[in-house]
């Protein structure tokens, strides 16, 4: 097992918009990408309701943030702070090893999470001791990731 790199650190909002207005104009985070997804993979990949998300990757000083807008309606308690959306991303050199690592030392794996999104790109939700949410996500070198600057 690896951890490769982290990836970025996921914040629910009701409106990406009004967050970006703080991030990027109040605390100088700059823009690097803005993402529509939809369709219930991707929410089953978040372990979240809905089917479509607005998203804004932002970086600053080398901290990746994307800020996660469920469409149609601000996320519920349960989808925001520690909850649903709201994650650490990590990429990693083997998720099914991975998995079978953290399974051993008695970490959670969330059910249902884990989603095949193109040929060896993959990803999966943990939990930390906590409950708060960790996304491991498999991209093969050399392949294009959404959360790569570009």
Known sequence: MAVV?????????????????????ALG????????FAGAERARA???AGDAFASA??????????????AGA????????????SHLALAVDDLASTLHSLRDRGVTVLAGTHVEHAPGVA????LDP????VELYQVPAGAASPWDEG
Do not use: I, K, N, W
Request: hydrophobic share 50%.
């Open 57 to 70: 990757l932002l970086e600053r000083d080398g901290l990746r943030l994307e800020l996660l807008q469920a």
């Open 29 to 36: 985070f700059r823009v690097v990408g803005r993402f529509a």
């Open 130 to 133: 906590d409950g708060f949410r």
């Open 5 to 25: 790199r982290m990836l970025h650190v996921a914040l629910a909002t009701s409106d990406v918009e009004r967050a970006l207005a703080f991030y990027r104009d």
């Open 123 to 126: 990803s999966c939700l943990v």
């Open 46 to 48: 978040l372990g979240a």
């Open 74 to 85: 601000a996320p519920t308690a349960a989808e925001s702070g520690a909850g649903r959306l």
